[in-house]
C-alpha cells in the first residue's frame, strides 16, 4: 500500500508564492511518475506538473514559467514551488503517483489566491 501526504496550501495573495510537498510512504520498489493536479471548482482535474519516471517533467501552458517541479529521491517526495500567483491558480491541489502500474492520489490541499 502507498500513502500519498500532501503540504503547503494555503491563502496567498496574487503576486504570492507557495510550495507545496507530498511525500510518499509504503511499498514503492519501482520507477515512479510523481506530480500534481489541480481541481478548480466546476472544473475538471487538471495536470499542473508531473514528474516522469525517465527524467522529464511535463507542464501545463498555463503555469509553465511560473511553477518548478522537483524531487527528492531519497525522501521520495516531490515539491511544487508555486511563484507569480494568480487568482485563476485557485483549486484543490492533488499529489498524484503512477508507481508499479498503479494510481494514487493525495487527498488534496487548498490554494486559494485572492486579495
Known amino acids: 500500500q502507498v500513502q500519498l501526504v500532501e503540504s503547503g496550501g494555503g491563502l496567498v495573495q496574487p503576486g504570492g508564492s507557495l510550495r507545496l510537498s507530498c511525500a510518499a510512504s509504503g511499498s514503492i520498489f519501482s520507477r515512479k511518475d510523481m506530480g500534481w493536479y489541480r481541481q478548480a471548482p466546476g472544473k475538471q482535474r487538471e495536470l499542473v506538473a508531473m514528474?516522469?519516471?525517465?527524467?522529464?517533467?511535463d507542464y501545463a501552458d498555463s503555469v509553465r514559467g511560473r511553477f518548478t517541479i522537483s524531487r527528492d529521491n531519497a525522501k521520495n517526495t516531490v515539491y511544487l514551488q508555486m511563484n507569480s500567483l494568480k487568482p485563476e491558480d485557485t483549486a484543490v491541489y492533488y499529489c498524484k503517483a503512477i508507481i508499479s502500474g498503479f494510481t494514487y492520489w493525495g487527498q488534496g490541499t487548498q490554494v486559494t489566491v485572492s486579495s
Open positions: 514528474f516522469r519516471s525517465d527524467g522529464v517533467s
